[in-house]
């Protein structure tokens, strides 16, 4: 490092902290040129920290409150946890950075948690006290459960349904319901029963035959790009069928029905117009109306004036039929059989009605 690289990281350090070269100590040394290097070992000391401590300035969490619903701008406990978790992990970050990072991103009610810690708690500490405010409450079963029946919804493409279901899986690890060891295996098991609306995708993937099971971001990429594909070959059938049409409508367009056809179907129709037409005159001069549905209606209801009283027909006498006389029935008669005597009154009887017709009733 040059004595200028030198020189101009150690001004941005001291004005990241508010100092000058002013305000250095000034200790008695023998007196160097400038002409002297500097010490390698220091110079990468003081471009590190100058570099750490640039980098953490920059690194701000985003707010969290613990609202319900989530207010505009800030965001849910998953979301907030995950990179605040990163911050404190990081070691190139002092303790009371961290947590001064962590304070400040805080927003009642979920400030007041970490208040209730007191002045000694670390940045640890506050992320357990609101874990055990806003974390997960089930535990690793019940979670390792939710995330067994979480299955495919009808609308939702297979990548939004990996994405969700790495989600719950991700609970399941924090909560040691599954071991870290089988994470794939068990991702794998359940995409592949879960994902109810894109077998042939599942077919192409083939992932229960695989020795190794992908990672999360392998099987995600992969998914997508089958679904492109399955997309582009969407969108060249549609464009087909497109086509196809376009190709009937322009064919039906250049070959236009004949003229002599067109005076045919006229012809035929002027034709039919006239024996219609004849027709009705025909029924008209012999009385009958256009519509016969309503003289049905007009003959279904005559006027009660003109309704004929039908009289009643004669009763014939009670004959028998064993023995052909008057006066009693079969079962009462005691007397021998005369077939000849009871065809003869069967004959009289039906004789009138063959004579005279409507009046057969009457003797």
């Avoid at 209730?116 to 055990?132: P, Q, R, S, V, Y």
């Avoid at 790495?166 to 995409?191: A, C, K, M, S, W």
């Amino acid at each position: 490092m040059s004595d200028t690289e030198f020189k101009d990281a150690l001004e941005d350090f001291l004005k990241a902290h508010g100092k000058t070269t002013e305000d250095l100590p000034s200790t008695p040394s023998k007196p160097t040129t400038s002409d002297q290097p500097v010490p390698k070992a220091v110079g990468e000391a003081v471009v590190k920290h100058v570099v750490s401590s640039s980098s953490t300035h920059r690194r701000r969490l985003r707010l969290f409150s613990g609202k319900t619903p989530v207010p505009s701008g800030e965001f849910d406990y998953e979301s907030w946890k995950r990179p605040a978790r990163q911050l404190v992990e990081d070691s190139n970050i002092s303790s009371s950075e961290k947590l001064s990072r962590v304070i400040e991103s805080l927003l009642p009610p979920a400030s007041n948690i970490v208040w209730a810690l007191g002045k000694e708690a670390t940045a640890e500490e506050c992320l357990d006290g609101l874990e055990k405010a806003y974390g997960v409450t089930a535990d690793g079963d019940e979670l390792y459960l939710r995330f067994s029946e979480c299955f495919q919804r009808p609308v939702e493409a297979a990548s939004e349904y990996l994405v969700r279901l790495q989600e719950l899986l991700t609970r399941v690890q924090d909560t040691g319901g599954v071991n870290p060891d089988r994470v794939d295996n068990v991702r794998i098991q359940q995409f592949t029963r879960g994902c109810l609306y894109h077998e042939p995708l599942l077919m192409k993937l083939d992932l229960k035959k695989r020795p190794t099971p992908p990672n999360f971001v392998s099987l995600l990429q992969e998914v997508r790009l089958e679904e492109q594909r399955e997309r582009e070959k969407e969108e060249r059938r549609v464009g087909e069928q497109k086509v196809a049409t376009k190709r009937v409508a322009v064919a039906a367009e250049a070959s236009p029905i004949p003229m002599d056809d067109v005076k045919q179907l006229q012809e035929a129709v002027a034709l039919l117009q006239q024996q219609l037409a004849a027709v009705q005159t025909a029924d008209h001069h012999h009385g009958i109306p256009a519509n016969p549905g309503q003289q049905k209606s007009s003959w279904s209801r005559p006027h009660p004036h003109n309704r004929q009283v039908q009289k009643p027909r004669a009763r014939h006498p009670l004959i028998c039929f064993n023995c052909g006389q008057q006066g009693h029935r079969l079962t009462e008669c005691a007397n021998e059989t005369n077939a000849p005597l009871v065809q003869q009154q069967m004959a009289s009887r039906c004789k009138p009605a063959s004579t005279s017709g409507n009046e057969g009733g009457r003797q």
